[in-house]
């Protein structure tokens, strides 16, 4: 049965429905929009390498694994690559791997019935074959070495790696060149088996739909296939301590400006909310980092003026399901001297804390952007997504916001920022440039 | 399509667009102003909306100007420059909540116009110029953000391509300008330059949301009528540039880099202003603007020598750019896997499926890109440009209309120019 909850201030209506084989689907459509965005989702990531299918044995993949696979299912039996189909039917189709998810999507103003079967076919029918599998150890290769010559992925990474001694997220997503030469087509079919079991998937539609008739169509699609239930899927991570692995992380590359990124790693005991705590826990925290480093804060004018850091200066908070971390940083003409202000100066900011004016002034901040985002369909879907994983509800952002009070958020700020949770990552220019 | 034709009318000697459209819960508004892109003045326009953004008389520092923005629901203020037709634009903008998606229904629109108004129009000054920290500050910003440019190695091959392929002309100039420029300007010369660029660049103002035009025009006039004035605003002439090949010119340039960066500079001679332009798009679109076109097809897929391989047009200067990201060894195999592409357009080896694969994603594009404010008036401000004026509808018919024949014309009008290689630094003598 479709669900139907409407959400009157933001105007927005949404359709949900589980289907018997346990594939959720919510739909939100879009008035007066010309596309339709549809993201088809698995809760399975670069840091799921280590699991237990039901019913077989505990086994460990080589890094990389749930990227290649990404690459992979878009194969077909037919020997012509799913784009192929996509492109006639005019709809743009991607994918991406973060560490949680892997997901397939397409946008199109035209045909969306066809390339919603196209999309939902596409990632339930696997074909690998060792050949196929050959082929994009070399693209792969190529994408890992274009990530080697980005600084901002590696100066993002650098500092993941400084907080993490065990956990898989120190795992770059994509693995390594040597990694992914071990991954076979038997690897591919055992995560795939593991990972793609509909009850593991969510299917999320924003656009120009009507959303019983789509609905409707997802149900008889997923009726004709035979899945069978499946048991839990156990998946094992290593114990990670709460210690950073170290106080910084240093690399150096062919960059103009250097780089700087800094921030906490949660400690153990404020990873793993659910529902509404996991959306204030977030909210929260994003206030808060507002306060300390965004551009309205007198610390951040201050870095500025001083020329420590520039216009891309910026922070972020990941909040996922195993690991939590802030991160705030960009090109810095002198990362000794901003590291040096941020360790001499945050604690002051902390211990003052948000007054009432601050807390309301960053709360309207807050609202007005994620309305902005509202305007996005591949944002609802996609962070829909996202947060339909963590058990809560993307609309359920703005009511959070408005009932959130100034002493969480110093509350939060107070067990956030914890200079023995501090960690950095540096980029310093290496050699110079020759022309022939 | 309802909802993606802005009405034009004016604002003294500026042309004010409205669009009127319910989908967005947003309203935002962009202000362009058009000049010459030249050396002499690329760095100052560059320089020039940060500077702008640093304070307004009411709001005289910068922690002010930012709080005040998140006062108004975290209006969006943004300064920016951007080349396009030979011109150089700069831009500014604001977007704001719209006020019936918030429980205190605030005019978010009216008060963040006349903030716009004073940042554009009310900046910080002192002695005949602006702020001297200010513009200090910002050229220490915008100094950073040149060299930074060989930090993101694909935007850095990209624009060494259009260095190497207009050397000597103002297409070569990068978007933010030189760094041999920048010691020169102080807070006096950027503000009578800035003076310059008020007074006599055209304006074009957009504005797309939930709005009812003739009182946006209202607002409009009573912010901005007096201080745009009525004086003439004399277009810039757009620059052209359609010489013919005489010689492939073949760039290698080292760099302590993993991967090379293979990127190929074509003229095409022709351009938004022609009849050919659809065929054009068409012609991008087959050899490499999406995941079933030749390059994708024949790099990536069967030759799995790069991650990224694809092709875009400049529609102002009928340049085709082809970029990739492959193993610095395999340089000789995949100029001549890309050579093969261009040389199977040439010959009309397109196929039907090809054909049709493009006309469907090429119309998805355009269609998709008229759901965002941006795109809208970003698709606006293109048709706006050229003396030849292409509606959406108009594109999208002539689109389809392409023929085989077209598509192969300009396949034979195209000719390779620059072949520009970004390396490592081994093996100097060769592999």
New interface residues.
Partial sequence: MVNKIEHA???ETLYQEKLPNGLNVFVVP??????TYAIFTTRYGAIDHDFQPPGKQRIRVPDGIAHFLEHKMFEQRSGE?V??QF???????NAYTSFTRTAYLY????NVEKNLTTLLDFVQEPYFTDENVE?????????I??Y?????WRLYFGLIQAFYQQHPVKIDIAGTVESIYEITKEHLYQCYETFYHPSNMVLVIVGSVQPEQIIQLVAENQAKKNFTNQAEIKRFFEQEPDQVRTRRNDVQ?????P?CMFGFKERASFVGQKGDDFLRQELSTFLFLEYLF?????FY?SL??D?LI???FGYDYSLEDGFAFSMAGG?S?DPERLLARVEKEVPGFVQRGLDQTTFD??R??????T??L????EWIANQYTRYQFAGTDLFRMIPLL?ELTVDQVNERMREHVDFEQFATSVIKP??Q???? | MTDIHFSTTSVGSARLHVLNSKKFKTTTVVVLFEQELSEEKVTQSALLPNVLQRGTQSYPTTVQVKQKCDQLYGANLFGDVFKRGGRHFLQFGLDVANGDYLSERPALLTEGLQFLQEVLFKPVTSNDGFSSSFVNAEKKNLRQRIESLKDDKIRYAAQRLNEEMYKGEPHALYNYGQLRSLDAIDERSLYTYYQEVIQSCPIDIYCVGDVHPEEVKALFETQLGAHIGRQERPSVEALRNDQKVEQVNEIVERLEVQQGKLNLGCRTHVTIEDDLYPALMMYNGILGGFAHSKLFMNVREKASLAYYCSSRIDSYLGQVAIQSGIEIANYDQAVSIMKEQLEEMRQGNISEQEISQTKATLTNQIRERLDSAYGLIDFAHHTQQPTRKREVEQLLQEIADVTPQQIQEVAQQVELDTIYFLRDQGGIDGE
């Avoid at chain 1, 492109?87 to 189709?93: I, M, S, V, Y």
């Avoid at chain 1, 082929?135 to 994408?143: F, R």
């Avoid at chain 1, 080697?148 to 901002?152: A, C, G």
């Avoid at chain 1, 965004?294 to 007198?298: E, H």
């Fill in positions: 201030q933001l105007k879009k008035q007066g929009f010309q596309k690559d784009f192929q492109a006639l039917q005019g709809a743009a189709a946008s199109c103003t035209e082929k994009e150890k070399g693209i792969i290769a190529q994408e070495r274009m080697d010559d980005t600084p901002d590359l062919a960059v103009g400006v780089k965004g551009q309205g804060s007198d004018q500025y003026d020329g520039d216009e891309q090109d003409s002034r960053l309207k901040k807050r609202i007005g952007s309305l902005r509202l305007n996005s369909p408005e290496s050699a440039v020759s022309k022939e």
